[in-house]
């Protein structure tokens, strides 16, 4: 049956304009840290694929020798394009009857050409899907229920696997689990003369102080603490440990203009205090590769990153890195409330004409030692316990210290969030932006705070 031109051109023009982003963890093009992100455009190009719910499902074929092949997409650089395809290698060796069809590229076009596949009515049969969109695509019906399906989740975390849930079913099974952290730069700390913090101790007020004094005992230019403000996870930190939340399991904000108003506030008073560097700086800092990054090159002492992202960035320093929890209000690290968080998903496309073959490979991908052998800790710590036990032994140093960070937060764990509604996409440009505009002092953090609310409740009403 053919499509609706005129609805999918539509969407085709809107996922086509000009956009800016940058690749999650795995990539080494752009900064984890610049996520401008159209929601809009997913949103109305995923919209576009109702509109075409009347016609057949994907484009894969069955050959005439019985040979069933599958398109798979996923983002990520050179290194996590080689360790795929060898997963996809010994998956084909297993099940010759399957071909497995990469599709990859970086994370600024991803998502552009995967809406517009969608709305064209010819998405890949294995979609890897962020924790930002899954919901987007999930209600919209475009990914596949995979309960119904012969895929093993009972050695996953259940939080993980929640996180993978929706009202559409489980859309998503979780490709690797991580964690919010700070990580430390202990030579920068060492140069000034600053001990490390004990991490299981420390308040706010420790690590303002602690940055501000390596500030001050450091080269100029050389600050104790990179800026938070540029994505979700250190105000998501912030507002649980302030008996808050990102969003409430029914869609909504939740947390109020004067939460997000205190957030900015400490991150002022950081500015003030050269604990953290100048706004200027901080905008810079945002279009710096991961390898540039002030934490990379020794020119913070910490920064907030993902914790499935240390390994890459202990790599481009040069030196060892140390993995940190965050600071809490209290001073004991019962009151972190980290959580695990899905790194990435893996999603099937509802209009596969082979779910069964697809739930297999995705089976495969979360359930088989060989898959975990190829994939490593390429998308964070494997979420299957046994597989991860397996493949410890051939991880690198960098990537055990993570599996071990992981493995030594779970008691402390709070509830998992709230998964992100629909439109949620937009948040972290509105979280950017608006840092920004209190760095640079153009708004106060009580303005910054009523405004910012304002738009990201109309950004996940529409």
Same mark, same amino acid.
């Given at each position: 049956?053919?499509?609706?031109?005129?609805?999918?051109?539509?969407?085709?023009? !809107?996922?086509?304009? @000009?956009?800016?982003?940058?690749?999650?963890?795995?990539?080494?093009?752009?900064?984890?840290?610049?996520?401008?992100?159209?929601?809009?455009?997913?949103?109305?190009?995923?919209?576009?694929?109702?509109?075409?719910?009347?016609?057949?499902?994907?484009?894969?074929?069955?050959?005439?020798? /019985?040979?069933?092949?599958?398109?798979?997409? &996923?983002?990520?650089?050179?290194?996590?394009? +080689?360790?795929?395809?060898?997963? !996809?290698?010994?998956?084909?060796? =297993?099940?010759?009857?399957?071909?497995?069809?990469?599709?990859?590229?970086? &994370?600024?076009?991803?998502?552009?050409?995967?809406?517009?596949?969608?709305?064209?009515?010819?998405?890949?049969? $294995?979609?890897?899907?962020? =924790?930002?969109?899954?919901?987007?695509?999930?209600?919209?019906?475009?990914?596949?229920?995979?309960?119904?399906?012969?895929?093993?989740?009972?050695?996953?975390?259940?939080?993980?696997?929640?996180?993978?849930?929706?009202?559409?079913?489980?859309?998503?099974?979780?490709?690797?689990?991580?964690?919010?952290? !700070? #990580?430390?730069?202990?030579?920068?700390? +060492?140069?000034?003369?600053?001990?490390?913090?004990?991490?299981?101790?420390?308040?706010?007020?420790?690590?303002?102080? $602690?940055?501000?004094?390596?500030?001050?005992?450091?080269?100029?230019?050389?600050?104790?603490?990179?800026?938070?403000?540029?994505?979700?996870?250190?105000?998501?930190?912030?507002?649980?440990?302030?008996?808050?939340?990102?969003?409430?399991?029914? /869609?909504?904000?939740?947390?109020?203009? /004067?939460? $997000?108003?205190? &957030?900015?506030?400490? #991150?002022?008073?950081?500015?003030?205090?050269?604990?953290?560097?100048?706004?200027?700086?901080?905008? =810079?800092?945002?279009?710096?590769?991961?390898?540039?990054?002030?934490?990379?090159?020794?020119?913070?002492?910490?920064?907030?990153?993902?914790?499935?992202?240390?390994?890459?960035?202990?790599?481009?320093?040069?030196?060892?890195?140390? $993995?940190?929890?965050?600071?809490?209000?209290?001073?004991?690290?019962?009151?972190? =409330?980290?959580?695990?968080?899905?790194?990435?998903? &893996?999603?099937?496309?509802?209009?596969?004409?082979?779910?069964?073959?697809?739930?297999?490979?995705?089976?495969?991908?979360?359930?088989?030692?060989?898959?975990?052998?190829?994939?490593?800790?390429?998308?964070?710590?494997?979420?299957?316990?046994?597989?991860?036990?397996?493949?410890?032994?051939?991880?690198?140093?960098?990537?055990?210290?993570?599996?071990?960070?992981?493995? +030594?937060?779970?008691?402390?764990?709070?509830?998992?969030?709230? @998964?992100?509604?629909? /439109?949620?996409?937009?948040?972290?440009?509105?979280?950017?932006?608006?840092?920004?505009?209190?760095?640079?002092?153009?708004?106060?953090?009580?303005?910054?705070?009523?405004?910012?609310?304002?738009?990201?409740?109309?950004? !996940?009403?529409?």
């Amino acid at each position: 049956m053919p499509l609706f031109p005129r609805a999918a051109s539509a969407a085709k023009h !809107i996922a086509e304009a @000009p956009t800016s982003g940058a690749s999650r963890p795995g990539s080494k093009v752009l900064s984890p840290r610049i996520r401008t992100r159209k929601a809009g455009a997913v949103a109305a190009a995923v919209a576009a694929v109702m509109a075409l719910s009347a016609c057949g499902g994907g484009a894969a074929p069955q050959n005439a020798d /019985g040979t069933v092949e599958l398109r798979f997409s &996923w983002w990520g650089g050179d290194k996590r394009a +080689q360790l795929t395809q060898e997963a !996809i290698k010994q998956f084909e060796a =297993e099940n010759p009857k399957i071909k497995i069809k990469p599709e990859f590229g970086d &994370w600024s076009g991803y998502w552009d050409k995967l809406a517009t596949q969608v709305a064209a009515n010819d998405a890949p049969d $294995i979609i890897q899907m962020d =924790e930002k969109y899954i919901t987007e695509y999930s209600s919209r019906g475009a990914l596949l229920d995979l309960s119904k399906y012969d895929v093993d989740t009972s050695k996953l975390d259940e939080a993980a696997l929640n996180a993978g849930k929706g009202e559409k079913g489980l859309t998503g099974i979780a490709a690797g689990i991580n964690a919010a952290t !700070i #990580l430390a730069n202990p030579a920068v700390f +060492q140069a000034a003369g600053v001990p490390l913090p004990d991490d299981t101790k420390w308040t706010w007020e420790d690590f303002g102080r $602690i940055a501000a004094e390596i500030t001050a005992k450091s080269p100029k230019g050389t600050y104790g603490a990179a800026a938070y403000g540029t994505d979700e996870a250190s105000l998501g930190v912030w507002l649980r440990q302030n008996g808050k939340s990102l969003y409430t399991s029914d /869609g909504k904000l939740g947390f109020e203009p /004067g939460d $997000i108003a205190e &957030w900015w506030a400490f #991150l002022k008073k950081l500015s003030k205090d050269k604990a953290v560097p100048s706004a200027s700086e901080v905008v =810079e800092a945002e279009a710096a590769p991961l390898d540039q990054s002030g934490l990379a090159t020794g020119k913070n002492g910490m920064a907030f990153w993902w914790s499935n992202q240390a390994p890459a960035l202990e790599k481009a320093s040069g030196g060892d890195l140390k $993995i940190l929890r965050f600071p809490t209000k209290t001073g004991s690290a019962a009151d972190t =409330e980290l959580w695990y968080k899905a790194s990435q998903f &893996w999603s099937a496309s509802s209009r596969t004409k082979h779910p069964q073959e697809t739930a297999k490979f995705i089976n495969f991908l979360t359930n088989n030692v060989k898959a975990g052998e190829a994939l490593l800790a390429d998308r964070g710590v494997y979420p299957n316990s046994e597989v991860r036990a397996a493949i410890q032994p051939k991880l690198t140093p960098a990537d055990v210290k993570v599996v071990n960070f992981i493995d +030594q937060i779970k008691d402390e764990l709070g509830e998992a969030p709230a @998964p992100p509604p629909k /439109g949620a996409g937009a948040i972290q440009e509105i979280i950017k932006r608006y840092t920004s505009e209190v760095l640079f002092e153009r708004l106060s953090p009580e303005d910054a705070g009523k405004k910012a609310t304002d738009e990201m409740k109309s950004a !996940i009403s529409n």
